[in-house]
């Protein structure tokens, strides 16, 4: 390599986590929403005594599908939901404190307060909606499994004052505890019931979701392109790139020419990734991964992702997932996206009255 390719090479170091896709976060995000009918029944309890929580969710996209009424005046309170003949009034402390809860107490970070604040008040209402609906209220409920997730509650603090003092700062009572258990076993039982509603899905669904869900294990060297940089450099980039591919396939080590050139944090390891899905890449760096069939092979040409190039050698071939656990897989993604479609029916009714000085939000904030 001469020496105005070594130079053309040296930029910033990559982000650690570049290789978490766009796509992998919309799904997780999608996923949380099939299951927030179930989560937003305990989303009242403090997250720092009544269980961990996730950083602060984000709504799915799409529109919402619930009816937003005349602002509310009352600086007392914060929504005002109604539904099947119901009136639930959320007073401003209680909004407050499931705000807090969803960020376990601390300020929520520059430019997410719309998306907490979303987030919060479609809590609100997936709870007005599977509290107050009949077909969800008409399940029994077994009271011993009630009693024993209370003693559970209950056994996670130090005494019987502990418990009523993390109770009371919750603004809840251990009536309203046992009450919130109950609804949530009978969103479990609801869910339970729409499970049965769906179908299998076909083996050759069950096959193409197996080989998209398979792992593969690969290294590799990326020469990052800093922004602004100019179209010579990044030519010369693609040659260094395409030089090392030629280096490699005359026998030249690789782990060696890792350490030496890549600019990813994996080149101390020699480029090494380990085994991974393809939804954990980026989509050019996963299709180029995925398309070789034998361990030790290096893909013909530099592979060019929004980081720069890379430079991409099998460590070991694609594997699919084992077919029983991708038709189980399947088969949940599958009960997820019904269960949020019957959660987004029962919620079509509700009316939502918002304070604009206690919830800043604009109606295209809950639309978009």
Do not use: W
Not at 98 to 119: D, K, L, N, Y
Not at 184 to 192: E, G, H, I, P, Q
Not at 243 to 271: K, Q, T
Not at 296 to 314: A, K
């Amino acid at each position: 390599m001469d020496e105005k390719h070594r130079r053309a090479r040296i930029v910033p170091r990559e982000p650690t986590l570049i290789y978490l896709s766009t796509s992998t976060m919309t799904r997780s995000r999608c996923i949380f929403a099939a299951l927030l009918g179930v989560l937003a029944i305990l989303s009242v309890y403090p997250h720092s005594t009544f269980g961990q929580s996730p950083d602060p969710p984000v709504a799915s996209d799409g529109d919402l599908p619930f009816q937003i009424g005349e602002p509310v005046a009352d600086t007392s309170v914060a929504l005002i939901l109604t539904y099947n003949n119901a009136t639930r009034t959320v007073s401003a402390e209680s909004y407050e404190q499931s705000v807090q809860s969803m960020t376990r107490g601390r300020p929520i970070p520059s430019g997410q307060e719309t998306a907490v604040h979303r987030q919060a008040v479609i809590s609100q209402v997936v709870r007005m909606a599977t509290t107050h609906a009949d077909e969800i209220q008409s399940l029994d409920v077994d009271t011993a499994a009630v009693g024993e997730q209370f003693r559970q509650q209950r056994a996670r603090f130090p005494d019987s004052t502990a418990f009523s003092d993390a109770l009371s700062q919750a603004g809840m009572t251990e009536d309203s505890l046992r009450s919130m258990i109950a609804s949530s076993l009978r969103m479990n039982a609801y869910r339970d019931t729409v499970a049965e509603t769906v179908e299998a899905p076909p083996a050759d669904s069950v096959e193409s979701y197996a080989e998209e869900q398979g792992t593969v294990g690969a290294r590799h060297i990326l020469l990052q392109v800093e922004p602004g940089m100019s179209e010579e450099n990044i030519d010369s980039l693609r040659t260094v790139a395409a030089s090392l591919i030629d280096s490699v396939n005359a026998g030249a080590d690789f782990a060696r020419l890792a350490e030496e050139y890549s600019d990813g944090p994996s080149s101390s390891r020699g480029g090494d990734l380990g085994t991974f899905s393809r939804e954990r890449m980026v989509k050019p760096f996963a299709d180029a991964a995925f398309s070789m069939q034998d361990s030790s092979e290096v893909y013909p040409d530099p592979v060019r992702t929004e980081y720069g190039f890379h430079v991409i050698q099998l460590t070991e071939a694609p594997q699919p997932m084992e077919m029983e656990e991708a038709r189980g897989a399947l088969m949940e993604e599958r009960v997820q996206t019904a269960f949020r479609e019957e959660m987004e029916r029962l919620m079509e009714d509700v009316m939502v009255r918002m304070n604009p000085d206690l919830v800043p939000l604009a109606t295209s904030d809950l639309r978009k």
